[in-house]
C-alpha cells in the first residue's frame, strides 16, 4: 500500500494531514483548538470542521486552510429524536471531505500540544497500517478570558497547560518514570477498548477498511469503542502515543443520565454486533438507580423502566469535574 510521503512546505510550514473536527455550539472551544493548530510546530495542510454555527470572519482570522462542511444529524436518517447532533456520521462526512492520506480526528474540545500534530503525523508514517491514539490530559476548570486570550495570541506556555491539568487515573497513561528498555514515545497495545475518539490519527486507507464509524449508532456513546474493535477484527495494530492534546474542561453528568436513551439503543447495538455489553459501568448505575434491569451476562436488549427525573439528573451534574 502507498502511504503519503512527508512533504514540508518551508514557506508555510505545513505538513500533508488532514484534521477533522465537529461540533454544533461549542465555538469557544473550537477558536482555542483553531488557535492551538495555527500555533503548532507545524500546521495541518488543511482543517476540515463539520460545523454549521462557527463565524465565517472569525475562521478567516486563523492561517490554516479551514474548509467548513454542513453537519447531519440522526434524525434526518429516520434513527432516533433522541440524537440531534450525529458525531459518527459527522466525522465519516470529514472524512469523505478530507484530501490527504493521513487523516487527524480531535474532538473540539481539544487544544492540541505545540508538537502534537507533528509526532502523531511522524509516527503514523512509521506505522501506515495501524490506529493510533494520543495522551489526553484533562484541564481542572475552563481557561479564563484572559488565558483564551494568551492562546489565541499564541503566548500560552506548554509549563501553563501542564499545570492546569492532570491525566485520568483510569486510563493508561504515558509517564516520565518509564522503563529505560522501553519507548516512551508509542506503545502498542491489545485493550482496544482503551480507544477513544478525543485524538486519534489514521491513514485513509485503513479508515475505508474499517467502514469509518457505524452510524447505526446514535447520540452518545459506544461509536468508538465499535471502531476500534472493527479494527480489532481486521487485525489492525493499535498504538498508543505520547503526543499531548489538552482537554478542555466542561460539564458532565456522573452517571450520563442525560443520555439515557442513546446510551440503552447504542448497548443494546453494540451487544448484538460483538456479543459484548459496553459502557458496563453507566450500565450498571443506570439499573442501581431502576432506571433499567441489566446484568453483564444477560443476552436479551435491555429495556428502560423508566425515564430519570429532573432532580436526578440535576444531581448527576458536576460543573467542575476534569472528566467523566
Not at 495522551?135 to 495570541?153: C, K, N
Not at 453528568?253 to 458496563?280: C, E, G, T
Request: aromatic share 12%; charged share 20%; net charge negative.
Amino acid at each position: 500500500m502507498t502511504t503519503t510521503t512527508r512533504v514540508q512546505d518551508a514557506a508555510h510550514n505545513t505538513i500533508p494531514v488532514s484534521v477533522i473536527t465537529t461540533c454544533y455550539g461549542r465555538n469557544r472551544h473550537l477558536y482555542n483548538l483553531l488557535a492551538s493548530l495555527a500555533q503548532g510546530s507545524v500546521r495541518p495542510r488543511e482543517v476540515v470542521i463539520v460545523n454549521d454555527d462557527a463565524e465565517a470572519e472569525r475562521l478567516a482570522d486563523y492561517d490554516l486552510n479551514i474548509i467548513q462542511i454542513a453537519t447531519t444529524t440522526a434524525t434526518e436518517h429516520g434513527l432516533t429524536s433522541s440524537a440531534s447532533f450525529d458525531i459518527g456520521r459527522n466525522r465519516n462526512l470529514g472524512a469523505a471531505r478530507a484530501s490527504y492520506e493521513a487523516m487527524v480526528f480531535l474532538d473540539v474540545d481539544c487544544i492540541v500540544a505545540y508538537d502534537f500534530i507533528d509526532g502523531l503525523y511522524d509516527k503514523l508514517q512509521t506505522h501506515p497500517d495501524a490506529l493510533l491514539m494520543g495522551q489526553p490530559r484533562y484541564l481542572t476548570r475552563p481557561l479564563t478570558d484572559d488565558e483564551g486570550s494568551q492562546l489565541q495570541q499564541g503566548r500560552m506556555a506548554a509549563d501553563a497547560l501542564d499545570k492546569l491539568s492532570v491525566f485520568n487515573p483510569y486510563r493508561d497513561n504515558f509517564t516520565q518514570h518509564r522503563n529505560d528498555n522501553v519507548d516512551a514515545n508509542i506503545k502498542k497495545t491489545q485493550d482496544y477498548g482503551a480507544f477513544w475518539s478525543l485524538c486519534f490519527a489514521i491513514m485513509r486507507h485503513q479508515f475505508e477498511r474499517i467502514g469509518g464509524f457505524d452510524t447505526d449508532y446514535v447520540g452518545y456513546g459506544a461509536e468508538d469503542t465499535d471502531f476500534a474493535f472493527m479494527a480489532r477484527a481486521l487485525d489492525i495494530d493499535f498504538y498508543l502515543t505520547n503526543d499531548v492534546v489538552y482537554h478542555q474542561q466542561h460539564s458532565v453528568y456522573r452517571p450520563p443520565l442525560n443520555h439515557l436513551d442513546s446510551i440503552v439503543i447504542n448497548a443494546n447495538r453494540f451487544y448484538d454486533k460483538w456479543q459484548h455489553w459496553p459502557m458496563a459501568g453507566w450500565l450498571a448505575a443506570f439499573t442501581q438507580l431502576g432506571l433499567i434491569d441489566w446484568q453483564e451476562a444477560q443476552t436479551v436488549p435491555i429495556e428502560i423502566l423508566r425515564q430519570p427525573s429532573s432532580a436526578e439528573i440535576d444531581a448527576a451534574h458536576y460543573s467542575d469535574a476534569p472528566y467523566v
